[in-house]
């Protein structure tokens, strides 16, 4: 029993029986006018959208200056490691 049940409109290589062509032959010219319309509208408002964008110089965006000192954790304290301070070993 084939997985795919036959149809009359495909042969058994599943290729374009004469029946599908004749079928779909009135659609043909409404199909790719339909198609050709669809594609010409998308391709329109893509371009639109582009050329919108790149006109665009965000003059009015207000950029914050870098910051002064790198921003600290909160109640972080600096990893030293035993016996010295800064530089100097630590006093006995």
Do not use: W
Request: hydrophobic share 45%.
């Amino acid at each position: 029993m084939p997985i795919i049940p036959r149809s009359s409109y495909y042969d058994r290589h599943y290729r374009q029986a004469p029946a599908l062509v004749r079928a779909r032959k009135p659609f043909l010219i409404k199909n790719i006018l339909t198609g050709g319309a669809i594609f010409a509208f998308v391709a329109g408002v893509y371009a639109f959208t582009i050329r919108a964008v790149a006109q665009d110089e965000f003059e009015d965006v207000k950029v914050p200056d870098a910051p002064l000192q790198p921003a600290h954790a909160p109640n972080a304290t600096p990893v030293r490691s035993a016996g010295t301070i800064g530089s100097a070993p630590l006093a006995k």
